[in-house]
């Protein structure tokens, strides 16, 4: 499968960023799909647009769309205000611009793969589940 985007969800996209940036809050996506055709696009091609875009989908997807809202992230119509995002705390693994994770988190996050590796090679590691519930980890 190719990584290229379409005309079509191309022409979905550059239609989809300012209709729903243009709106107060998530849109139900039957409503944005609805106002998609009208535009002269396709339900696949706008579909498509909101996976390339990231638009963010809430809800549960029932019959006809209804429950599930779209609307855009919040640095999706603009670029990311970076003096009001902390600096990594010398985590070489941390995203510009995202903090690292506090030590004892990630250690509790290795523990717990350890713990997961060792249950998925060994069906007996089960004993030590109690451990992890004791925590309030399972």
């Not at 799909?33 to 091609?45: D, F, L, N, P, V």
């Not at 030590?103 to 249950?119: K, P, T, Y």
Request: charged share 25%; aromatic share 4%; with cysteine.
């Amino acid at each position: 499968m190719s990584t290229a985007t379409s005309p079509a969800v191309a022409a979905a996209s550059r239609w989809l960023r300012p209709y729903l940036t243009g709106r107060d809050g998530p849109m139900q996506a039957s409503e944005v799909i609805a106002a998609g055709r009208q535009a002269g696009h396709a339900e696949r091609s706008v579909r498509r647009a909101v996976h390339v875009l990231g638009v963010c989908v809430q809800g549960k997807r029932t019959r006809g769309g209804q429950g599930v809202l779209w609307s855009l992230p919040v640095d999706a119509g603009s670029e990311p205000d970076t003096r009001s995002t902390p600096e990594p705390h010398g985590d070489r693994d941390a995203r510009p611009g995202e903090p690292s994770p506090p030590e004892d988190a990630v250690q509790i996050g290795r523990e717990m793969v350890a713990f997961l590796n060792a249950a998925l090679l060994d069906p007996r590691s089960h004993e030590s589940a109690d451990v992890w519930r004791r925590r309030g980890l399972l």
